[in-house]
């Protein structure tokens, strides 16, 4: 059958359902299998047996794309993930068969950053405690000192990791007040004058900063850049937030640290396995806030990362090349 302008249709799977709508730019150029679950993951046998056969993937974060998922695929050409994050996929070994790996980044900026800024509010300000004790018949008397937690505004804020989201949180944080760092491998010269952000060494952030906000990829590099001897460096009355990747933190070490007292609390949207059991010891802590990977998650937004995964999928197939390509060295390839 031919596609659009006699091309031949390309097969493709997405592994979630989706919107129908936000899947169009795949009509007339693709073939579509969809995995009819929203709410659960595809299962692997189901994935890998899927992979087998087609050109195009439309995955999530929760689909591991290996080698082994690779091996499986010999006709496989493009893999366009619904996130910014794309530690999910084995982005070498794509690059060595020549597949083009493409990722959302941009439309979730600024929602991102929204969830950031809920986090830190919402760990200075102990609302998770607050919302729990009302909620529980524990409302006590109003006194000087129930629930009283750290500001915000006027405090220092250190952002690892100064990439769009990164530099969207600074915009908030100067509306805040706020001073500002931020470490990293590269110097970003225009959001340093757009928001005055200072470029410090990590050691320096995060001594300085009463909120430490994790906003760098998880790569071999970045793995487990916050352990124990980082959070000993940070201020008795500093908060650690984490909207990035649960593998940047040493999660038993990030626990002795908060039950010692050093940083004074936590907020996490992620976490180093997901979803997080309930009996994790980090919810045991009342300094923790816990939100479950939701840091994109406006309704508006997730349909624009819907949408722009399909529009990746949909040009990388058609033999263009999309702008959000984890590997454009694919293309230089003969
Ligand atoms: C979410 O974590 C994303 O990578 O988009």
Redesign the pocket.
Known sequence: MGGAGGRALADVFVTRRLPPETLAPLAGSARLRVYEDEARAVPRDRFLREAAEVEGLLVL?TDQVDVELLAAAPRLRAVST????WDHIDVAACTERGIGVF??PGV?TET?ADLCFALMLACARRLGEGERAVRAGRWPPWSPFAFAGLDVHRRTIGIVGLGRIGQAVARRARGFGMEILYAGPRRHAEAERETGARHVPLEALLAAADFVVLLAPLTPQTAGMIGAPQLARMKTDAVLVNV??GGLIDEHALEAALKAGRPWGAALD?FQHEPAPADHPLLALPNVVAVP?I??ASVATRRA?ARLAAENLAAALRGDRPDACVNPQVFRLP
Do not use: Q
């Open positions: 974060l619904m996130s910014v994050g990722h959302t979730l991102t990035a990747r992620v990977h840091g994109s990362m």
